[in-house]
């Protein structure tokens, strides 16, 4: 089966700049996740949909951090402005209810 | 509260060779599940091996098994006769099955190095 799809693959910015990450789960998974990982960290959970509804956002940074899953399949996340603490890879995850999480290859963000 | 701790920040092993990664974990829920990734540093996170705390028996894949021994809470990942490929970071994380916040606990990882 396809994996997670995420892009772009690598992203420079300026801070203040905006940027939009995309994200397409393994077909059939209702879960989606959004994660953060700084680095020398482990991931840390941004957002959690379930289906198109969102499950979880209670550390998603909402004035300047956004995510959507129109239709209940692909995903957008935004960073609008960007500062330099938000440099870090950001991972897209999808999975069925109760099972493994199963993640793209992410993307890495620099801000400088 | 709920907790991964991950004792060993680096370890290197020889190829060939066995090599346990250690992962201890802290929760007052009696249904769970564990779980190890393995991130290169290419970036991706790759799951490897799921344990549930009601299973009696030690997961296994592959090369890959979970000795798991929950009255001491731990849940250590073995990899059998490693890889050069095997040089990443590995991740413990755990997820409890039932309650309103099953959010994944991830420790901070433990960065393997399989020397030739």
């Known amino acids: 089966e396809a994996g997670v799809a995420q892009s772009p693959r690598y992203k420079i910015i300026e801070k203040r700049q905006s940027v939009a990450f995309w994200c397409n789960p393994i077909?059939?998974?209702?879960?989606l996740y959004w994660y953060q990982q700084i680095l020398g960290q482990g991931p840390k959970l941004l957002i959690q949909?379930?289906?198109?509804?969102?499950?979880?956002d209670s550390q998603l940074p909402k004035d300047r951090f956004s995510a959507e899953r129109l239709k209940g399949v692909d995903s957008t996340l935004k960073i609008q402005p960007a500062k330099l603490e938000d440099s870090a890879v950001y991972l897209c995850?999808?999975?069925?209810?109760?099972?493994?999480?199963?993640f793209g290859n992410g993307t890495r963000l620099t801000v400088t | 509260a709920q907790k991964i701790t991950q004792t060993q920040p680096g370890m290197f092993v020889q190829e060939k060779e066995a090599v346990t990664l250690d992962c201890t974990y802290d929760t007052s829920d009696q249904s769970y599940g564990l779980f190890w990734y393995k991130q290169p540093s290419s970036g991706e996170m790759i799951f490897l091996i799921y344990?549930?705390?009601?299973d009696e028996q030690n997961a296994t894949e592959g090369r890959y098994s979970l000795n798991f021994q929950k009255a001491r809470k731990s849940a250590n990942l073995v990899i059998s006769a490693s890889q050069l490929g095997d040089s990443a970071m590995y991740f413990c994380a755990m997820r409890p099955n039932a309650g309103n916040n099953r959010k994944l606990i991830w420790g901070l990882g433990t960065s393997l190095a399989v020397n030739p």
């Open positions: 344990q549930g705390s009601y």
């Open positions: 949909f379930q289906n198109n509804g969102v499950v979880d």
């Open positions: 077909s059939g998974h209702a879960t």
């Open positions: 995850a999808s999975s069925l209810v109760g099972t493994p999480l199963h």
